[in-house]
């Protein structure tokens, strides 16, 4: 994380509070002291609350992504070994289209602010991740599932053809069904020869990657930049699928994959959603502490302020007692 230098900040804001506090005589200068103090105070009250709101629905949401994680990571990478064992004849979300013209993306953002730059830099990725994988395009369609990120992409002029509204919490994966399933058929119809999704991963309260993954077509090997962010303990990795000679379906091979696949990637997608909610509620959460912070600084400094004010007043005053004195003298 990176750290920025607050002490020219807080000098700067001391030299301009000072050069306030001269331009004003020494009564108005306290009371608009106190009056700022006390509407930074109020504020900070607010940043608090958020903050401890932020904390309590992080910590829901953390739970509800670690229960989900291990299942949501195995389905994938077993998936991903079943397609170097199956033929791609059997189902068209494991055929590579020869060429590329038409990419779908699910932008899974925010609907409220205040998690600092949360959600410009999913976008930024969702850019960057276009231009480097397909330049040649010049459009990307874009499904947003966020009030925030519909926004941010209408802003850079992306082609956005969808926007699901998106529930403040995400209950099951029945909610982002409709998404999984118009991405599906557009792709199963030719619409789309590529889906990704991109999303903020969660590693810990204090670090989220903005992450782009590829769903479809599901191939063996996909690039390390659009594939999915491997955690600390990689569930599948010790599965070795050149040790089967063969995989048995029961009924039959067509039916298992129609059923399973399309699961598969509203799994994918849900688990996204659960990852971007629990990297949005650590954002805000970690936004509002240091507008906390920020608020008891600039008491701090106020306070300060107030009592020099204060005290060349009442040196003032003594000065005027004392010449007063002397003149009657």
């Known amino acids: 994380m990176l750290r920025h230098n607050r002490a020219p900040i807080l000098a700067a804001r001391r030299k301009a509070v000072c050069v306030e506090l001269n331009a004003r005589t020494m009564p108005q200068a306290t009371r608009e002291i106190k009056r700022r103090i006390k509407s930074v105070s109020n504020t900070r009250k607010i940043t608090k609350a958020m903050e401890m709101v932020a904390a ?29 064992k199956v033929d791609t004849r059997h189902h068209p979300f494991f055929r590579e289209r020869p060429e590329i013209k038409n990419v779908a993306l699910v932008l899974i953002s925010t609907n409220r602010g205040l998690c600092g730059s949360f959600n410009i830099n999913l976008v930024r990725q969702v850019t960057e991740s276009i231009k480097i994988h397909h330049p040649q395009l010049k459009t990307t369609n874009i499904i947003s599932y966020g009030v925030r990120g519909r926004d941010e992409a209408r802003r850079r002029h992306l082609n956005l053809i969808a926007d ?12 982002i069904r409709p998404i999984a399933q118009l991405v599906a058929k557009d792709y199963i119809e030719g619409r789309c020869d590529k889906v990704f999704v991109a999303f903020t991963d969660f590693i810990s309260a204090l670090e989220q990657r903005p992450h782009v993954k590829q769903l479809l077509p599901i191939v063996p090997k ?26 048995i379906f029961e009924p039959d091979t067509k039916t298992v994959l129609d059923a399973f696949l399309p699961r ?19 954002a805000r959460m ?6 906390s912070d920020a608020a008891d600084e600039m008491i701090g400094d106020l306070t300060l302020a107030f009592n020099k004010a204060r005290q060349a007043g009442i040196t003032a005053e003594l000065a005027d007692i004392t010449g007063g004195r002397a003149a009657l003298e």
Do not use: C, P
């Open 222 to 247: 996909i690039d390390e930049r659009l594939g999915h962010i491997i955690h600390e303990k990689d569930l599948a990795a010790d599965i070795n699928v050149e040790n089967f000679s063969e995989f």
């Open 286 to 291: 970690m936004a509002m502490r240091n507008a």
């Open 56 to 84: 309590a629905k992080m910590r829901r949401a953390v739970a509800k992504v670690l229960a989900t994680r291990s299942y949501a990571d195995l389905a994938w990478q077993t998936v991903i070994h079943l397609a170097k």
């Open 264 to 282: 598969l990637v509203e799994v994918q997608i849900y688990q996204a959603v659960l990852e971007s909610e629990a990297s949005e509620h650590s």
């Open 164 to 175: 699901f509204h998106k529930e403040d919490i995400t209950d099951d994966s029945t909610i």
